[in-house]
């Protein structure tokens, strides 16, 4: 099992920026498929954005161009800079990790194990 742990959230006015981190142990970190999802009040979680053990990446529409995932292998740490924040962007920021499979393509549909506690991102109009 993996462990993961979030940071970096917090409060920013709308077109501000965060930089979310994953502090990953227990696994071998060059080999997993990892992921940022988020779920706000009373709203089911979403996939925010995915990063393969190659680095290729997918992100979903609402934050294309405006969030950036990318990993560091030496340091176990995945990262998510977010930019151009808006308020619908208000949520609790969780990072996933699933163990890479030979031909399964790391997308947010797959079933993620490991989660870690989850950070908040509040954006202020």
């Known amino acids: 099992q993996v462990q993961l742990v979030e940071s970096g959230g917090g409060s920013v006015q709308a077109g501000g920026s965060l930089r979310l981190s994953c502090a990953a142990s227990?696994?071998?970190?060059?080999?997993?498929?990892m992921a940022w999802f988020r779920q706000a009040p009373g709203k089911e979680r979403e996939g925010v954005a995915t990063i393969s053990r190659y680095g290729s990446t997918s992100y979903a529409d609402a934050v294309k161009g405006r969030f950036t995932i990318s990993r560091d292998n030496a340091k176990n740490t995945l990262y998510l800079q977010m930019n151009s924040l808006k308020p619908e962007d208000t949520a609790m920021y969780y990072c996933?990790?699933?163990?890479?499979?030979?031909?399964?393509?790391?997308?947010?549909?797959?079933?993620?194990?490991?989660w870690g506690q989850g950070t908040q991102v509040t954006v202020s109009s």
């Open positions: 227990g696994y071998t970190y060059s080999n997993l498929c």
């Open positions: 996933a990790a699933a163990p890479w499979v030979p031909g399964v393509i790391c997308r947010t549909r797959l079933s993620f194990p490991s």
